[in-house]
């Protein structure tokens, strides 16, 4: 069992259909046909939609996705058509909107892996694989891979957790032409978001993406290298062999499965509120990560 704690009522606003509330974002379509996706503050784990939210993480998703696109643009066309608050929305919106392009979205979590973690380091102490790709022996937590491997995932319905496939599999999902342009978009941006973060002393661990098509043009989609889609690890403590600090939803993660939580993760209560504390700590994790990546200050 999981899903959302407290499902919020979508805002009705004139001009504006609602199509959608996500673990995090809240989409409509405007007259023109245009997307117009709103990040709230609402915070996501273990499949679960959390009862608490992180104050300013909706604009810091939004305001460092636009740096990332920006950053891409000769890499990968982007979906982002403009930022305006459409007229008659609340005020809160300034900051967290994006008007975008309607895709034809590809239904796979295209994820990059540059080093061993998570649900990745799960299957490779199994198998010594990820995804159904061979990895050298003796890799830990936190080991950087020999090259970063592409490992798609099935894309899940809110509550639901999504399921890491072989690359065989998505080409037979979505056709071997577009399976071969995701792996190659996928590792590409990888490859460039990971050297502009290390010029600022963080590891990019690992990423996922999501694309769409524009006629025939492959569009980077949603959000980009955020906190809530990215492991970001300082790497001036980056040590193998065990879990890294970061600046991401991991801390949210390690206080949900500590005993001052007493949750179970695996029975069917739902989480807990996040204590002031954690709040406080995620929220500024998050601004620590927008402003080293940018260079700018948070306002």
Request: charged share 25%; aromatic share 8%; hydrophobic share 40%.
């Amino acid at each position: 069992m999981s899903g959302f704690v407290e499902k919020p009522e979508p805002i009705q606003v004139p001009g504006l259909v609602h199509l959608h509330t996500g673990k995090v974002r809240d989409l409509y379509q405007n007259e023109a046909g245009d997307l117009v996706m709103v990040a709230s503050d609402r915070m996501s784990a273990y499949d679960w939609v959390l009862p608490t939210e992180i104050p300013d993480k909706g604009r810091v998703l939004t305001q460092l996705s636009l740096w990332w696109f920006d950053q891409l643009r000769d890499l990968a066309a982007n979906h982002v058509i403009g930022t305006e608050v459409p007229e008659g929305a609340p005020a809160d919106w300034a900051g967290r909107t994006l008007v975008c392009k309607s895709l034809k979205m590809v239904p796979v979590e295209c994820v990059a892996r540059g080093y061993l973690t998570g649900s990745g380091l799960a299957e490779y102490q199994e198998s010594r694989t990820v995804c159904g790709l061979a990895l050298p022996e003796g890799l830990v937590d936190g080991s950087e891979l020999p090259a970063p491997i592409f490992t798609p995932a099935t894309k899940a319905e809110v509550g639901e957790h999504d399921e890491n496939v072989s690359y065989e599999e998505v080409a037979r999902q979505v056709g071997a032409e577009t399976a071969a342009q995701l792996r190659q978009a996928t590792l590409a941006v990888y490859a460039r978001a990971r050297d502009i973060a290390r010029d600022r002393g963080i590891i990019l661990a690992d990423t996922k993406f999501e694309f769409g098509f524009d006629g025939d043009t492959l569009v980077l989609a949603d959000e980009v290298l955020t906190p809530d889609s990215s492991r970001f690890w300082p790497a001036d403590t980056w040590q193998p062999g065990r879990a890294q600090p970061s600046y991401d939803k991991q801390f949210v993660r390690d206080w949900l499965t500590s005993p001052a939580s007493g949750w179970d993760r695996r029975g069917e209560q739902p989480p807990p509120p996040l204590p002031e504390e954690v709040v406080a700590a995620t929220r500024q994790k998050y601004l620590e990560a927008y402003e080293r990546l940018t260079g700018t200050a948070w306002s």
